[in-house]
């Protein structure tokens, strides 16, 4: 099982940024994606995830209404489209897998190497 997260970079306060999380080795259609971000020296911390299928979206009330995940099983792929980016939101984004919906990091079985955001002017 991989995932993959990228698409990160260097994004002014107010920009927008799209990430990717590639996966292979497993079958989408059975499982939910989240995306998650640690801050250097914090906790990791649920943004959303998307379930499998159907595809229903629940993220968290920091992001919601700014932030949209979207997948296509066909690609393999889900990703994170985040818009009025914020200096605290700075962290490294990861995209895990699990067969169950929830916003704990502790619940997913599948992390691969997240991607880094920074949002600074």
């Known amino acids: 099982v991989q995932l993959q997260a990228s698409g990160g970079g260097l994004v002014q306060p107010g920009g927008s940024l799209r990430l990717s999380c590639d996966t292979s080795?497993?079958?989408?259609?059975?499982?939910?994606i989240g995306w998650f971000r640690q801050a250097p020296g914090k906790e990791r911390e649920g943004v959303g995830y998307i379930t499998n299928r159907v595809g229903a979206t629940y993220y968290s009330d920091s992001v919601k209404g700014r932030f949209a995940i979207s997948r296509d099983n066909a690609k393999k792929t889900v990703y994170l489209q985040m818009n009025n980016l914020k200096p605290e939101e700075t962290a490294v984004y990861y995209c895990p897998a699990t067969n169950i919906l929830s916003m704990h990091p502790e619940e997913y079985h599948y992390w691969g190497r997240g991607t880094e955001v920074t949002v600074s002017s």
């Open positions: 080795g497993f079958t989408m259609d059975y499982f939910a």
